[in-house]
């Protein structure tokens, strides 16, 4: 497809042409000319329910939109990805996060290389350490065993993690702590370790190419720290410290064993890389067989994206959805809202997941865009948006599509909060859809002057996804849905969604400022006026004595 006529695709105007004609719709009359709408536009699959009746669409919407993604090539490029084929163009790599949790007898190609064996391989080595630890029988440099697991990431080294820990915390062993540390900023890094006995610490340095600025400079802070509470033996480093990393000789030259280094492949991309090695803190928190199921539930829904028709899809519906809202109705951003403490950090994962995969102004062959790609993700659990950020999205001036994230079944039932918690789900979905007339209002006893503040215009868009209950598997299955529908809106928009030269400037411009700050030598320095004023008031601050 020729980059320049995406928009010219006889489906994208058919859809332009539609949203004139269906833009004042109100939810209301959708769905009191057809009585059953909300039991006709849901979806399942896997164990999840998608209710998507109270988007605004019709029948001929969702038929066009399904012919977008036939005319944008959806079905060519599945197989692609699936067939191990190099879709991450701007790095010619493969895109294979599906290969991390097929099953063994599956098999993947990539260049003619059968790729599960290998991941099988890994997953086998990180069961045997995770049960040593999980058991007491890995023993630190004094003897003691390993009860806190302290991980050393970034970006998806780090988000994939620490969601996953919160999410599973339910099914972890609380007889061990858990820490994550990402930041650079020092504070990250003392508040993780200020109550941990060095002797019974492990940390797990993510890093691909042991390079990473950020992730290095933590696990210098964490052997110092380590080697100054154990006594400043060398020899510690190999039973405190282990490495997910391909690079054996820094691993190596920091000290850690090269048979504690859990390795991955160019093919994983960070923001998808939590049930690969970078998933070993998970592992250990809630054991090798939990860890399975999870992937088990990802595989689940990786099958459904590749198989089912593309009307009973649900990824592809849900990835066909966000394009209308953001290209049509120019919806600028998706809030997702998880009933689900557990799932706290869920939307802080998705914001690297969604954004950094289709934050792009570039097509695949590097011309620029005459459409926006990539809205902005953002959220927080319920109920407790709902006495912040929801006032904006009932009665604001922007439309913001919501993702409702609910499970019938709580892990921890105290009387009757689940159901109250269920309600306001339900509750919040039909605010948004019908919202409260004028009429309404007045009828409720409220004086004129009061009634325009209290109505509620509705028509604001919403999926509802259900689920039985929050598990390793359903876990799983959450995070393939998002990635799914991540890679069906960049098909669509002709992107791709799986580099990230985003974030190489600011990391590069940094390393050129870091001895510029650090150096006691007066030098000139080569910025704009601002960033050099701004570097010499850093370095008189910095100088004064505390």
């Known amino acids: 497809m020729a980059t320049a006529t995406i928009t010219e695709l006889p489906a994208w105007k058919a859809l332009s042409d539609h ?62 990805m699936f067939g191990g084929e190099k879709i991450n163009v701007s790095e010619n790599r493969a895109v294979l996060h599906v ?24 997953l086998d080595r990180m069961t045997t350490f995770s049960n040593r630890v999980r058991s007491g029988a890995w023993r630190g440099h004094t003897g003691k065993p390993i009860r806190n697991i302290v991980n050393i990431g970034i970006g998806g080294s780090d988000l994939g993690p620490v969601m996953a820990y919160e999410a599973l915390k339910h099914y972890s062993d609380r007889a061990m702590t858990f820490r994550f540390v990402s930041n650079v900023d020092g504070t990250d890094f003392a508040e993780a370790i200020r109550d941990l006995d060095p002797a019974g610490t492990l940390f797990i340095v993510s890093s691909k190419t042991f390079t990473t600025l950020e992730t290095m400079t933590n696990a210098r802070s964490a052997r110092t720290w380590s080697l100054s509470g154990l006594g400043g033996d060398e020899a510690s ?15 190596t030259s920091f000290g850690i064993d090269a048979a504690n280094m859990f390795g991955f492949w160019d093919w994983v991309g960070g923001r998808y890389s939590m049930d690969s ?46 394009i209308w809202h953001n290209n049509f109705f120019g919806a600028q951003t998706v809030a997702v809202l998880p009933y689900e403490q557990y799932l706290k950090r869920f939307p802080a994962y998705l914001q690297q997941l969604t954004m950094e995969s289709n934050g792009k102004h570039v097509t695949l062959e590097g011309d620029a865009l005459g459409y926006d790609t990539g809205p902005v993700y953002w959220g927080e659990p319920g109920t407790n948006g709902q006495h912040s ?28 909060q689940h159901d109250m918690l269920l309600a306001n789900v339900f509750a919040q979905g039909e ?19 009061l009634v325009p503040h209290r109505v509620f215009e509705g028509n604001r868009p919403s999926n509802t996804i259900l689920l039985e209950q929050l598990t390793p598997a359903t876990l799983g299955k959450l995070v393939a849905l ?32 870091i001895p510029e700050l650090t150096n006691e030598a007066e030098s000139k320095f080569c910025h704009d006026s601002s960033t050099n004023a701004l570097i010499r008031r850093h370095r008189t601050f910095r100088e004064q004595p505390r």
């Open 482 to 513: 998002y990635e799914h529908s991540v890679f069906t809106q960049g098909v669509i928009w002709h992107i791709d969604s799986f580099d990230q030269w985003g974030v190489e400037l600011g990391k590069v411009l940094a390393q050129r400022i």
């Open 237 to 251: 480093v190999a039973k405190h410290f282990v490495a997910v990393s391909t690079n054996a000789k820094e691993v």
């Open 277 to 322: 090695a970078i998933g070993l803190s998970t592992m250990l928190a809630i054991g090798p067989d939990n860890f399975r199921i999870m992937l088990a539930g990802f595989h689940e829904i990786d099958e459904h994206f590749r198989t089912a028709p593309f009307e009973r899809n649900m990824p592809v519906l849900m990835g066909l959805l966000a």
């Open 99 to 122: 290969a991390l949790r097929a099953p063994k007898e599956q098999s993947i190609l990539v260049d003619g290389e059968d790729v599960v064996p290998g991941v099988h391989r890994v």
């Open 389 to 416: 950020f929801y006032q904006l999205i009932h009665q604001g001036t922007r439309l913001i599509p919501c993702d409702f994230i609910a499970f019938h079944k709580t892990l921890n039932r105290l009387g009757e």
């Open 19 to 80: 949203y004139q004609k269906i833009d004042r719709l109100h939810l209301r009359e959708l769905f009191a000319q057809d009585p059953r709408r909300g039991e006709r536009l849901t979806v399942e699959a896997a164990g999840l329910y998608l209710d998507y009746s109270k988007n605004r669409i019709t029948d001929e919407t969702i038929a066009l939109l399904l012919q977008l993604a036939e005319q944008a090539g959806l079905h060519a490029r599945i197989d692609a």
């Open 431 to 449: 605010a948004l859809a019908f919202g409260k007339t004028a009429d309404e209002v007045r009828a409720e006893g409220s004086p004129d002057w």
